[in-house]
């Protein structure tokens, strides 16, 4: 059998790592002239992903100085895929707006809907509102800052808090 510019014995040609014998019609990869098995030669030599660690072989995605299996590049907190391919990086990984800022310790969360406050932040009772979720506890209607009244630590609108409390 001749592989590598050498006449090898079938029982001599294996692999350099594992010493698996390769056969006469088993495909091995070369690296610095010698022989290796398709796992040891990617699990040794193949790029890693930035996620799992494990060998790329196929399609990947370059980012952050790394590279990823498309389906491992996701938010590093909560694993969903990055919508339109938009992240922001943290400590060399990648994450979604929300986690990211909630991460850097730079965003408000919404009492009302527990998500990430991104643009306008509506404040009020000391806890921080997307505006559509500065709502009345009673009616559901969305309410404007200084055209609310509070009862027992929950916002109403003046005509509910009228009804309900006098």
């Given at each position: ?5 050498k ?27 010698l ?16 996620a799992?660690s ?11 100085g790394?590279?990823?299996?498309p389906?491992?590049?996701n938010c ?13 990086e943290h ?11 909630m991460?850097?310790?730079s ?5 009302g ?25 009673f ?5 404007n ?14 005509s509910?808090?009228?009804?309900l409390?006098?």
């Amino acid at each position: 059998m001749s592989a590598l510019g050498k006449t090898f014995h079938p029982e001599h040609f294996f692999c350099a790592h594992c010493g698996k014998v390769f056969g006469t019609s088993e495909a091995f990869h070369e690296r610095d002239g010698l022989a290796f098995c398709r796992d040891d030669y990617f699990e040794r030599f193949a790029p890693k992903c930035g996620a799992c660690s494990r060998p790329i072989v196929e399609a990947f995605v370059t980012a952050l100085g790394q590279q990823w299996h498309p389906e491992c590049f996701n938010c590093m907190e909560c694993g969903q895929p990055f919508k339109d391919g938009n992240f922001l990086e943290h400590n060399s990984k990648p994450y979604c707006a929300q986690h990211y800022h909630m991460n850097k310790g730079s965003a408000a969360t919404c009492y009302g809907c527990k998500k990430t406050v991104s643009g306008r932040v509506l404040t009020a009772m000391g806890r921080k509102y997307h505006a559509e979720h500065f709502v009345c506890s009673f009616c559901l209607k969305q309410l404007n800052m200084g055209t609310f009244k509070e009862q027992k630590d929950r916002p109403y609108c003046m005509s509910c808090h009228t009804k309900l409390f006098g």
